[in-house]
């Protein structure tokens, strides 16, 4: 036992966590528990633990306020590829490629309320994950996985010394209902500024207001 690393510290509070054991590893390769793992300060990384040693892969930072986890090996290579994390800000971030040493952001959901539970469903092998959630506020939303991505076309930004306005053209191949999310940076308070729109396929205004 004293050669092993154990017990293996972290420097900050966690606030979640998440395992995945290889049960379906190749027989002659070594065995091996992956835990993600939330802070306090908003890091995500991954724990990786073979042949009874810990050894850290990736980590990432900017996910406050971890309140739930869910990641599965969709690929099925006996590695967890793809993950979720909610927040009690109510923002879900959905990573790729968690197999690798460069995990890639490619989705950010604002559902305006704390999230409580994250899921991913999934009805075929060839088709992107469905995302399910459940939110502070009582509502469970389930968000359907889609091949093709909506078009954002004819863009369009009028704006005088009062009026401020930008639109956007949606066509979806689908007609599912789109929201698309528009920031602007307010200089006098150096901060982003989030406009919200959800629409058919039409041309529709994202923001209103003073310059």
Not at 32 to 39: K, R, Y
Not at 58 to 65: M, V
Not at 106 to 129: C, H, I, K, N, Y
């Amino acid at each position: 036992m004293a050669q092993w690393a154990w017990p293996y510290q972290l420097d900050e509070p966690i606030t979640q966590t998440a395992s995945s054991d290889d049960d379906d590893s190749d027989p002659f390769q070594d065995t091996a528990t992956t835990f993600l793992v939330a802070t306090r300060s908003g890091r995500l990384m991954e724990l990786d633990v073979a042949d009874s040693q810990p050894m850290p892969s990736w980590t990432k930072d900017g996910l406050g306020g971890a309140t739930s986890l869910f990641w599965d090996d969709l690929d099925k290579d006996g590695r967890p590829d793809t993950g979720l994390i909610g927040t009690r800000f109510g923002n879900v971030y959905m990573f790729r490629q968690m197999d690798t040493l460069q995990p890639q952001q490619v989705l950010e959901l604002d559902l305006e309320s704390a999230v409580v539970s994250v899921a991913m469903l999934r009805r075929t092998s060839g088709q992107s994950p469905d995302l399910l959630t459940i939110t502070e506020n009582s509502l469970i939303r389930f968000f359907r996985g889609r091949k093709q991505t909506p078009l954002l076309t004819h863009p369009n930004m009028n704006a005088d010394s009062r009026q401020l306005s930008a639109s956007v053209s949606v066509t979806d191949v689908e007609n599912d209902r789109v929201t698309v999310l528009l920031e602007m940076f307010n200089p006098e308070e150096a901060t982003w500024q989030r406009y919200r729109s959800r629409f058919w396929k039409q041309a529709t205004a994202l923001c209103s207001g003073r310059p």
